[in-house]
């Protein structure tokens, strides 16, 4: 058996074969059944989830196959579960949506399937290679999911949108690479890249530290991190909301386990040279996401300046370049995941009436459906990072692990913008309570819906008041990997 073959072992890649399998068998089924068959596509989704949720559990330990480009770890590992939390939540509380909207031929669930497929690709990438394939895999399902309304022009110029602004990008990245293959002799496993980086000298050349930055500008893309932020706010806006609340949260988790690993693990070396550049994103992720933010009357698109200004405080984490500024990234994500879902749960269920996405639509929400009024307030608390809930533990973190670093003016800058994206979230809570209500509307929630509601208000809640669990979790996960 020759050495290539040896170094083969699937086993490692049993998640991401157990989920493009099943992609491929409901994309045939969709096929022969049309629209008979929606909702058995829907529920084997539902159950493939479950499944590879399960499958990424029963690993333990570290592997690498296909020549050291595809790794899995404890960190790769919590972030796939993040990430199949991501699709299968918003799946579950968009059934009827879907329905409605005409969006259940089958091929919906199964071009999700495949967004989720590049995440995880992208999260146990072992080399520039897979993790230029993960990425765009990923990054193409999006483009087709944010169009994927044909009957409404604003999804299809979403699409449009994020398929120019995100050619433009991967084009970036791959430059990028590039440059990093040429500085360093053709090396493309981040193991390679990385005893290359530690070579004296080498950081002094200007071809290979231009192609970190330039790799570093295209991973902040993918997270609309500022500068690189404005196709967000229409894509958001303009995307079915399911889809948008898809791409608020799988995106971003899949996008910052790979820059776990160039930051921590193939730049290290090279500290110096682009830890400026993570800063200034992080600064002017913060800036615009709060500043930005306090002028929309549209919530989706209030939450995409609010979802950049949460990846600035992320990015603090990871220039803090640190197991606690990691363990803080994790933290963040999870927490950010469920406040996120939450909301849009509260947005979909408006949705049967035409409405939701208009701040306008939620005035005097407390005087009808006071505890719909509370749970979305406490979302926007959490968002806000006010204690005792989730978003304080999140911030928390963050800004300790910057502290430890010797980063104290980067954590009071994040104080300092997160009080002024206060003033937003406080807004919503406002018209909720004190403005009158202009129109007779309800909220009204799928059995999905509700359950996604509950679900994320008790972890919100219990993680503001007792984030030990999550903390332990968090903790375990970077310390087996860092």
Not at 125 to 148: C, K, P, R
Not at 223 to 236: E, G, I, K, L, S
Not at 456 to 468: D, K, N, Q, R
């Given at each position: 058996?020759s050495v290539?073959?040896?170094?083969i072992h699937?086993?490692y890649?049993?998640?991401?074969i157990?989920?493009?399998?099943?992609?491929?068998?409901l994309?045939l089924?969709s096929?022969?059944t049309?629209k008979?068959?929606?909702?058995?596509?829907?529920w084997?989704?539902v159950?493939?989830?479950?499944?590879?949720?399960?499958?990424?559990?029963?690993g333990e330990g570290?592997?690498t196959t296909?020549?050291?480009?595809?790794v899995t770890d404890a960190?790769?590992?919590?972030m796939?579960?993040?990430?199949?939390?991501?699709m299968?939540?918003?799946?579950i509380?968009?059934r009827?949506?879907?329905?409605?909207h005409a969006?259940?031929g089958g091929?919906?669930h199964v071009?999700?399937?495949?967004a989720?497929?590049?995440?995880?690709?992208l999260?146990?990438?072992?080399?520039f290679?897979?993790?230029?394939?993960?990425?765009?895999?990923m990054?193409?399902?999006?483009?087709v999911?944010?169009?994927?309304?044909?009957d409404?022009?604003r999804?299809g110029?979403a699409?449009?949108k994020?398929?120019?602004l995100?050619?433009?990008?991967?084009?970036?990245?791959?430059?990028?690479?590039?440059?990093?293959?040429g500085?360093?002799?053709?090396?493309?496993?981040f193991?390679?890249?990385?005893a290359?980086l530690a070579?004296?000298g080498i950081h002094d050349?200007?071809?290979l530290?231009?192609?970190?930055v330039?790799?570093?500008a295209?991973?902040g893309f993918?997270?609309?991190?500022?500068?690189?932020?404005?196709?967000?706010?229409?894509?958001?806006?303009g995307a079915?909301?399911?889809?948008?609340?898809?791409?608020?949260?799988?995106p971003k988790v899949a996008?910052f386990?790979?820059?776990?690993?160039?930051?921590a693990?193939?730049?290290?070396p090279?500290?110096?040279?682009?830890?400026?550049?993570?800063?200034?994103f992080?600064?002017?992720?913060?800036a615009?996401?709060?500043?930005?933010g306090?002028?929309q009357?549209d919530?989706?698109?209030?939450l995409?300046?609010?979802?950049i200004?949460?990846?600035?405080?992320?990015?603090?984490?990871?220039?803090s370049n640190?197991?606690a500024?990691?363990?803080?990234v994790m933290?963040?994500?999870t927490?950010?995941?469920?406040m996120?879902v939450?909301v849009?749960?509260?947005?979909i269920s408006?949705d049967?009436?035409?409405?939701?996405?208009?701040?306008?639509?939620?005035?005097?929400?407390?005087?009808?459906?006071?505890?719909?009024?509370?749970v979305?307030?406490?979302f926007?608390?959490?968002?806000?990072?006010i204690?005792?809930l989730?978003?304080?533990?999140?911030?928390?973190?963050?800004?300790?692990?910057?502290v430890?670093?010797?980063?104290?003016?980067?954590?009071?800058?994040?104080?300092l913008?997160?009080?002024?994206?206060?003033?937003y979230?406080?807004?919503?809570?406002?018209?909720?309570?004190?403005?009158?209500?202009?129109?007779?509307?309800?909220?009204?929630?799928?059995?999905g819906g509700f359950l996604v509601?509950?679900?994320s208000?008790v972890l919100?809640?219990?993680?503001?008041i007792?984030?030990g669990d999550?903390?332990?979790?968090?903790?375990s996960?970077?310390?087996?990997?860092?």
């Amino acid at each position: 058996m020759s050495v290539e073959m040896q170094d083969i072992h699937l086993v490692y890649m049993m998640p991401e074969i157990l989920v493009a399998v099943m992609a491929m068998a409901l994309l045939l089924l969709s096929a022969w059944t049309h629209k008979g068959g929606a909702g058995v596509v829907h529920w084997l989704t539902v159950l493939t989830i479950v499944g590879v949720i399960l499958v990424i559990h029963v690993g333990e330990g570290t592997g690498t196959t296909f020549g050291g480009q595809f790794v899995t770890d404890a960190m790769s590992r919590y972030m796939k579960v993040l990430m199949c939390l991501g699709m299968i939540i918003p799946v579950i509380m968009s059934r009827d949506y879907i329905r409605a909207h005409a969006m259940d031929g089958g091929e919906y669930h199964v071009v999700s399937m495949f967004a989720m497929l590049g995440g995880m690709i992208l999260a146990s990438s072992g080399g520039f290679v897979i993790l230029y394939l993960g990425l765009e895999l990923m990054s193409l399902s999006f483009y087709v999911l944010a169009a994927w309304r044909r009957d409404d022009v604003r999804s299809g110029e979403a699409g449009l949108k994020y398929f120019v602004l995100g050619s433009m990008a991967s084009g970036l990245l791959l430059y990028g690479i590039s440059m990093i293959y040429g500085a360093t002799g053709g090396a493309t496993g981040f193991k390679e890249v990385a005893a290359l980086l530690a070579t004296p000298g080498i950081h002094d050349n200007q071809l290979l530290v231009l192609g970190m930055v330039m790799v570093l500008a295209g991973m902040g893309f993918k997270v609309a991190a500022a500068p690189f932020h404005m196709w967000a706010p229409d894509v958001y806006q303009g995307a079915p909301t399911p889809v948008t609340a898809f791409m608020a949260v799988m995106p971003k988790v899949a996008a910052f386990a790979a820059l776990f690993r160039l930051v921590a693990d193939v730049f290290a070396p090279a500290h110096g040279q682009w830890v400026g550049v993570l800063q200034l994103f992080a600064i002017l992720s913060m800036a615009t996401g709060a500043f930005a933010g306090l002028v929309q009357t549209d919530l989706k698109r209030l939450l995409a300046y609010s979802s950049i200004g949460h990846v600035g405080y992320i990015l603090i984490g990871l220039v803090s370049n640190s197991a606690a500024g990691m363990q803080g990234v994790m933290v963040y994500l999870t927490i950010y995941l469920f406040m996120t879902v939450g909301v849009f749960a509260i947005i979909i269920s408006f949705d049967r009436q035409g409405l939701g996405e208009n701040i306008r639509d939620y005035q005097g929400l407390a005087h009808k459906q006071p505890l719909v009024a509370f749970v979305l307030a406490m979302f926007m608390f959490s968002m806000a990072g006010i204690p005792p809930l989730a978003g304080f533990i999140g911030k928390l973190n963050i800004f300790m692990a910057a502290v430890k670093a010797g980063l104290v003016p980067l954590a009071v800058l994040g104080v300092l913008f997160s009080a002024v994206s206060a003033f937003y979230y406080l807004r919503v809570v406002k018209v909720m309570y004190f403005d009158p209500a202009d129109r007779e509307s309800r909220v009204t929630f799928s059995g999905g819906g509700f359950l996604v509601v509950t679900m994320s208000m008790v972890l919100i809640l219990m993680w503001g008041i007792l984030p030990g669990d999550l903390l332990t979790w968090t903790a375990s996960s970077v310390q087996t990997w860092h």
